[in-house]
Structures are given as C-alpha cells and as structure tokens.
C-alpha cells in the first residue's frame, strides 16, 4: 500500500502541534508547532543545542515527545509503514565500520523489503551519484569522514523516502560534495518530495529552503520563507567593516547610523545594519578614520538569515 | 514481521561479528584455545604413559657383604619400569640434608633414605626404609605419593612372595626328614605343607582382588575424554558468548549509533530481535562446530555420534535451546548495563562463573552444597547434562526426554523475558 497515493494532496506532509520534549529539568524542544507542505523543503535553522536534533528524532519515531502530536503524511511515525516512507539522515556519520559501503547500503535496502537484483542497482546508483561507487567495496571504517557522510546521506535515500529528514546532513563535507549534495536535494524537491533540512549553516538554508523556522533553546523564534523573515526584520543591507584593531571601541561611534542601533561586534570587524546603506557608508568611514581608526575593508551586502537570527537572538549562529 | 528486514540483519550480524578482530577471538579463537589447553593440559598426551619421578636417593647400605644391600635396591630403582616407561629417575646424595634441600626447592618427586643394614635385614626379617614424598604443587604430591606407595607395596609384596616360595622349598625339601608324612590338620584335606603354603600365601596378600574397568565409552581413553571435554568447551563458548549476544542486542547498536537509525527504518524491533537471534543461534553452532573440529584433529578427540540413535539428534537440539537460553539470560542482563564494554564484561564474568557450577569443567560432586544447588537450578545445566548423559552414558531417548522437555520450558520462559527486557531497554532509548 503506498500510503501517500491514499492521501489528499492537500494535507501536509509533516504536521508538528505543540510538541516538547523534556530531559529530567532540561526542555530540549520547548510547545513547537508547524507544518509542512508535500514538495516542500523545510529548513530548520539554529545553533548547536536550539532542539533540532530531538525535533527530527522526534519526527523520525526514534524518540517519544513528552507532550504534542506529530503527524507524517497522516499518520503517526511510529507505524512501521510510515517509516517505510521517510528517510533519516542522523548528523552524526552511522554506519558499520566493519562492512563496506555497498554492504552498509544493502542492508538497509534490506530493511526496505529490497533485495536481488533491484537492491544492487539501486544502491550502485545512489553510491554512484555520491562519488562513492569507486569505493563501494571498501570497508566504510577506511572511509574519511566526508566519504561518511556521503554514505550516510546516500542510506537515507535508499528506500525512496516521500519525506526526507536531514540532520546536518553536509557538516564535514567539502565544498564540492556539498554542492552535490545541494543539487540532489534540489533533485528530490523537483520530484516532489518533501524535505525537512536541520542545519547550522545559514547560507545552506537560504540556498534550499522554501520555508524556514528558525530555533533557539527549543523553541522556533520565527517561521517562514527567507526572504519574507529578512524584510520583517527590517534590514536593508549589512555593512561589514573590518580594522586594523579590535573593533569594541568604535561601537559608540557607529551606532547613530545603525538601524534600530543595531552593531554587532566580533573582534576586529563591525556588522552594522543600515536602511540606506549608500548614504550612510561614507558617513560611517569618515567618523572611524577621523577618531584615529585604520580600515581594513568595507563590504555591503544584503542580510542573510544569519542577521536575522542575529537581530532575533543577539547570538550568531555558529559562535566563533 | 518482513523476511527481507530479518535475512538483512542475519547477513549484517554475521559480516560484522566475523569480521571484528575482538569478536572474531572470543567466537573463532578462544574456544579454540580452550580445546586445545583442556585437550593437552587437562588430560596431556602422556596421560595414559606412567610418570617418571625425579627421586633422590641416600644409600648408607652400600658397603654391606650381604648378598642384598642398598646398592642392590638403587639398582632396581634405576631400572624398574612400568608400561615400558622408567619409573624413577635416580639421583644420588651424599647425605640427608642435601637430598632434603633439593625436595624443599621442589627439585625432586620424592626421595628414599635407604639405613645401614637393610639389605641384611630384607632377607632376613623386617627392613626399614624411609620415603620422602616431594612434591612441586598440590596435585603433584598426591600423584608421586600414589606411586611411590604403589612401588613400595609392590616390591614388599613380591619380596614376600619370594620368601614364601623360598620357605616352601626347603619345608617340601626337608620337611619328610622331620614330619609324619601324609600328616594332615584335622578338618583339612591337605597335607601339612600344603596348608602351610595356602596359609603363607594369604599372610602375604589376604585379599587377591581383580579390578575391571566398566567406565563408560567416552571416559575409557584419552582421545574419548577430550571429547567430554571438547563438548565442555563448546558449552562454556554457548554461556559466555550466548550471555554477550543477548546483552549486545540493543546496547551494542546504541553505542554505535546506529539504534537511532534502525528504530528509524521500517524494520520493526521484532525484525531486528529475529535477525539478531537467528545470527547469534548460527554463530553459536560455528563456535561449537570449530570446538569439535579442534577438538577431533587438534587434540585426536573421538565424540560419539550415532545418526541412527534419535536420541544423538536431541543433542544439536539442545545446543539451539542452549544458546536461545543463554541470549535470553543476555538480554535480561541488558537492563543493567549501559555500555557495550560493561556488557561484554559482565557476560564474561558470568559465563565464567556458571561455567564451573554448571560443571562444565569438574564434576559436580567436588562442589560443596550451596554451589552444587546452584548448579542444579540453573537451566543450562540441565542442558549440559542432558548431552552428557546422550553422549557419554549412552542414555536412551527415555532417559533425557524429561529434561530436554525442562530445558524447553525454561528456554520459552526466559526467552519470553529476555524479550520484554529488550523491549524496555528500546523503550528507554525512546524516552531518554
């Protein structure tokens, strides 16, 4: 039976109501509720410990909410059969060191219902489309942690998930294989699937998400799509500047030009938001350089889901 | 419950265990050593060769006349032989205290202090003799004692037999210058000499008993009690390896990592409890398989097996129950240990520690009470003796119908257990 083809097209594919889960006094995922729509990609944005992990583990059926419901494509995670349309991508590289990476695959396309002839095909071709067929047949212990991870990502998509849960899924991968692993997750969104992407990585988020909640300490601080929780903060554009030493000095002399007084210090470099950044950049220069700061560089860009969670948390999202 | 979800975890289970060096000696190689260090330190190929005692020997008797003296007595222990095998190898001292010396350094088996005159005194009446029994470690002083006693009765007995004889001759030879021929005892039939031989001959060894050896098949030869020991060992591999399989079950997956992502597949709990089960039941039988191996051509072990008996086909049933017995008691185990490492140590300890009350390795009746009761309560020992009693007894399907049926019980009930243990062991996963 294939559950999805059963299903009205227009109930989403993952729904979250009020879920939290405790350890003992700590809150991991604190009353989250969104939901997601079938072909959607989903990004959950946050820094290390904001409940993503627990939140996709709790998606995934591996872990009991203490409170709240979760619904996959109508049905609860638990049911095996679900399962059997979801794929898991845990963060950290789980595999069997002692099998190759063909082996490692296989088995899973076992617990699939795969097998034969279909099985071998169709893990060749994903480990093919990872850059890990020349290696198939080494033991996935010899693996680096990139080839791992590339592994990993390839098991999760062995059975033909409808949905697809990712955790960090390109954390460790290098440039290269990052951008592969992008345009397969393009790939499966143009097929319709849907995607929920955990990440820390804000240009990753940008980059594939239709929709994207941003997490801190469990809760979700701002839902949904990029360029719409940009505008609602009300930033125009980022003027970095970097000097020549540490930058907590000049804080008082930029932050009439900021918007909303909004600087950001971190070590030598000044993040300033601006509405008119034209005007005001000129401006900004000259008062560093007439109080005796020397200027490294200037860049203006456009602000990033990295300066909303910025402007929402006053933390960036990967501390330094 | 899907084939394919259970055949995968077998083949995984079986990859990974064989081809994991710490696995691979606990499963492969230590039941091999553990055949091979009964095979030829239990029971060593010279165990049906007699044994050559290193004696000292101080002679004061050697500058007598008589026609035996000491030094007649040193000759014969250096060349006195039993089976075709030296008994003792001779080394003589100058004086007592060295030859003391060398027996407390445990240099020497034993040690013979042979006094002036006891050649004269052999001959013509009662000779003393002093007899140290040396020994270099607890087992060893019983067996030198045995020997040293055996050589002594021994060689009294035949001196007093030759006497006898000697006495018979010259009574025969000139008893008839000195008695009423054909005098006779009242109530006996037989001629004076005659009574006299019969009566000297009973002084000598009251009680001429015959032993006959009725061990059973398996416990004649060496060859066939190292195949009482081979399957021993194969049953100890079954306690600890059993135990460590079923304490792995979910604890060894989660330490990997890869529970997360199991509970995560549609293979369900159950799936993966098959899977792992059948794997460990078949790597169980190539443990046991290996033993047997070893055993035969390693250490020239004979096992008993008839296919025709019905009753030798309970043997590898039993095996199975055993190692479904054990794999449960290893997931009930599961419920206290959190780490793959505190599992596997337990599982050793354990296995060790029933393997004695099991009485795998010494029979049961060395054990004092408490520890024998133990033994007796414990499932597997059921199971143990039960294939002992098939394989060494020649006990008929009758005989241990009874108990295979208790270890069936007991497998089914501790199995059962064992399960619900899992199962909280992944419900705690879940709500942690």
Redesign the interface.
């Known amino acids: 039976m294939n559950l999805s083809n059963d299903r009205s097209m227009y109930e989403p594919a993952v729904s979250v109501k009020n879920v939290s889960k405790r350890?003992g006094d700590r809150t991991a995922v604190d009353d989250v509720s969104f939901e997601v729509k079938r072909g959607e990609v989903y990004g959950l944005l946050g820094p290390n410990g904001a409940g993503k992990t627990t939140l996709l583990?709790i998606l995934?059926?591996?872990?009991?909410p203490t409170s709240g419901t979760v619904r996959i494509l109508g049905t609860s995670p638990l049911d095996?059969?679900t399962?059997?349309l979801?794929g898991?991508c845990?963060q950290?590289p789980?595999?069997?060191d002692?099998?190759s990476g063909f082996?490692n695959i296989?088995?899973?396309?076992?617990?699939?219902?795969?097998?034969g002839s279909e099985a071998v095909k169709k893990c060749r071709e994903l480990l093919d489309k990872l850059g890990l067929l020349e290696y198939a047949d080494r033991?996935a212990g010899k693996y680096s942690g990139g080839m791992k991870k590339r592994l990993n990502f390839a098991?999760a998509l062995i059975?033909d998930p409808e949905v697809l849960?990712l955790d960090e899924p390109t954390t460790g991968m290098d440039p290269g294989i990052r951008r592969t692993v992008w345009d397969l997750i393009a790939e499966l969104r143009s097929l319709g699937k849907t995607v929920i992407l955990a990440t820390h990585y804000m240009e990753e988020a940008e980059a594939l998400s239709d929709r994207v909640a941003i997490m801190d300490g469990g809760r979700v601080i701002a839902e949904g799509e990029p360029e719409m929780l940009k505008k609602e903060c009300g930033l125009r554009a980022v003027i970095n500047l970097e000097l020549m030493e540490p930058a907590g000095g000049a804080l008082k002399l930029v932050e009439p030009y900021a918007y909303e007084g909004a600087v950001y210090v971190d070590g030598n470099s000044l993040r300033v938001y601006v509405e008119d950044p034209d005007t005001v950049a000129p401006k900004l220069v000259s008062r560093l350089l007439n109080n005796g700061y020397k200027l490294l560089a200037m860049r203006i860009s456009p602000p990033t889901l990295e300066d909303v969670f910025l402007k929402l948390t006053g933390r960036r999202l990967v501390e330094e | 419950m899907?084939w394919?979800?259970i055949?995968?975890?077998v083949?995984?289970e079986l990859?990974?265990t064989l081809?994991?060096r710490e696995q691979l000696f606990w499963i492969v190689f230590w039941p091999m050593i553990l055949v091979l260090m009964t095979g030829y330190i239990f029971i060593p190929p010279s165990v049906d060769q007699p044994k050559t005692l290193k004696i000292g020997v101080v002679n004061y008797d050697n500058r007598s006349t008589a026609p035996f003296n000491g030094s007649y007595f040193v000759q014969i222990l250096d060349e006195v032989e039993y089976k075709g095998v030296k008994l003792f190898d001779v080394v003589e001292y100058e004086n007592e205290s060295t030859m003391v010396d060398d027996l407390k350094g445990g240099r020497l088996d034993g040690g013979f202090l042979i006094p002036r005159g006891f050649g004269a005194n052999l001959m013509m009446g009662q000779a003393t003799l002093r007899i140290y029994v040396g020994a270099s470690d607890l087992q060893s002083a019983q067996i030198n004692e045995a020997i040293l006693r055996g050589f002594i009765e021994g060689m009294s007995r035949e001196i007093a037999y030759r006497k006898v004889n000697e006495t018979i001759y010259y009574m025969r030879r000139y008893g008839s210058q000195y008695m009423p021929e054909n005098l006779t005892i009242p109530g006996f039939n037989e001629t004076l000499v005659e009574f006299l031989e019969v009566w000297m001959t009973g002084l000598v060894e009251p009680i001429n008993a015959t032993f006959v050896d009725v061990k059973p098949e398996t416990l004649m030869t060496r060859s066939t009690v190292i195949g009482w020991y081979t399957l021993g060992a194969a049953g100890m591999s079954i306690l600890y390896t059993g135990l460590n399989i079923g304490s792995l079950m979910a604890v060894g997956e989660k330490e990997?990592?890869?529970l997360?992502?199991?509970?995560?597949?549609?293979?369900?709990s159950t799936?993966m409890l098959i899977g792992k089960t059948l794997a460990g039941v078949l790597t169980l039988g190539l443990t046991t398989g290996l033993s047997v191996i070893v055993g035969i051509f390693g250490c020239g072990a004979k096992i008993l097996w008839n296919p025709l008996k019905p009753e030798h086909w309970l043997v590898p049933l039993l095996l199975v129950l055993g190692s479904l017995l054990m794999i449960g008691f290893g997931m009930l185990l599961s419920l206290v240990t959190k780490t793959a490492r505190g599992a596997s140590g337990l599982s050793t300890v354990l296995g060790m520690m029933l393997s004695f009350t099991a009485g795998i390795w010494f029979p049961k009746s060395w054990m004092p009470e408490w520890m024998r009761f133990l033994g007796d309560v414990f499932p597997a020992t059921w199971a143990i003796d039960a294939m002992r009693s098939i394989m060494v007894f020649e006990a008929g399907l009758a005989e241990v119908l009874l108990d295979t049926f208790k270890v069936l019980a007991a497998t089914t009930v501790i199995y059962l257990l064992g399960i619900l243990a899992y199962r909280t062991v992944l419900r705690r996963y879940?709500?942690?």
Do not use: C, W
Not at chain 1, 60 to 64: F, I, K, P, T
């Open positions: 350890f583990s995934a059926g591996v872990v009991n095996s059969k399962r059997g979801v898991f845990p950290e789980v595999v069997y002692e099998l082996e296989m088995f899973y396309a076992g617990l699939h219902g795969l097998s033991r098991i059975g849960l | 899907r394919s979800a055949k995968a975890f083949v995984k990859k990974t081809r994991s990997r990592g890869t997360k992502r199991l509970l995560a597949s549609p293979a369900t799936d879940a709500e942690a």
